[in-house]
C-alpha cells in the first residue's frame, strides 16, 4: 500500500517494524480470527503462531502473536522477531495473510479524544519522525479512505494515540 512512499528492498533490509521491544509489545500486529486459525496449526509456511485471542465489545475476534516467551534477557531493549519473519526473506506471509497493521506500517489509526486519525510511528528509520508531502498526499488521495473503512469494520485495530505520533489524516 505504501509503495510510492516506500520502496520494498529498503523495508526487507530495514524489517525495524518486524521486531519488538518488551515496552512496544502494543505495537504488535492483530490478526483476524480467520487468519489466527489458519497460522496457528500447521499451514503452507511451516511456522506455527502462538496467539492470545481477544473479542472486541461487538463480539469480534481476533488476536495478537505472544512473543513474550522469545525474550531471552531482562534487558527492556532486547528485540525479538515476529514469529512470521525470515532474517533473509523478510515476512514469509502472503498478503491475505498479512495483518492490515503490517499493511500500512509506519501509519497507524488511533482514537484521539474520541476522533479517529492517522498518525505516523516516529520511529521508523526509512520514513523518518516527519511525514513528507508525498506520504501525506497518499493519505489524502485513497490510502487514508482505506485504512478508515477497515478499521470501521475491524475496530480492534484502532490504537489509542500516543503523544509524539504526527497527525496526517
Not at 520502496?7 to 505495537?27: D, I, Q
Not at 489458519?38 to 512473543?67: C, I, P
Request: charged share 25%.
Amino acid at each position: 500500500m505504501l509503495s510510492k512512499v516506500l520502496s520494498k528492498n529498503s523495508c526487507a533490509a530495514c524489517k525495524f517494524c518486524c521486531s519488538f521491544r518488551r515496552k512496544s509489545l502494543w505495537e504488535t500486529p492483530l490478526f483476524s480470527y480467520e487468519t489466527v486459525d489458519k497460522l496457528s496449526r500447521e499451514n503452507e509456511y511451516g511456522v506455527v503462531g502462538e496467539f492470545r485471542m481477544f473479542q472486541t465489545a461487538q463480539g469480534q475476534s481476533f488476536g495478537r502473536l505472544v512473543l513474550e516467551g522469545n525474550y531471552r534477557t531482562d534487558d527492556p531493549e532486547e528485540e525479538v522477531p515476529c514469529t512470521f519473519l525470515d532474517p533473509q526473506k523478510g515476512c514469509i506471509l502472503k498478503g491475505e495473510d498479512k495483518p492490515f497493521d503490517c499493511s500500512i506500517w509506519p501509519l497507524r489509526i488511533m482514537d484521539r479524544n474520541g476522533e479517529l486519525v492517522i498518525a505516523l510511528t516516529p520511529t521508523c528509520p526509512t520514513i523518518g519522525a516527519t511525514p513528507d508531502k508525498n506520504l501525506a498526499e497518499l493519505v489524502k488521495t485513497g490510502l487514508g479512505e482505506k485504512i478508515y473503512e477497515y478499521a470501521k469494520t475491524h475496530p480492534y485495530i484502532i490504537k489509542e494515540y500516543r503523544e509524539g505520533f504526527p497527525i496526517i489524516g
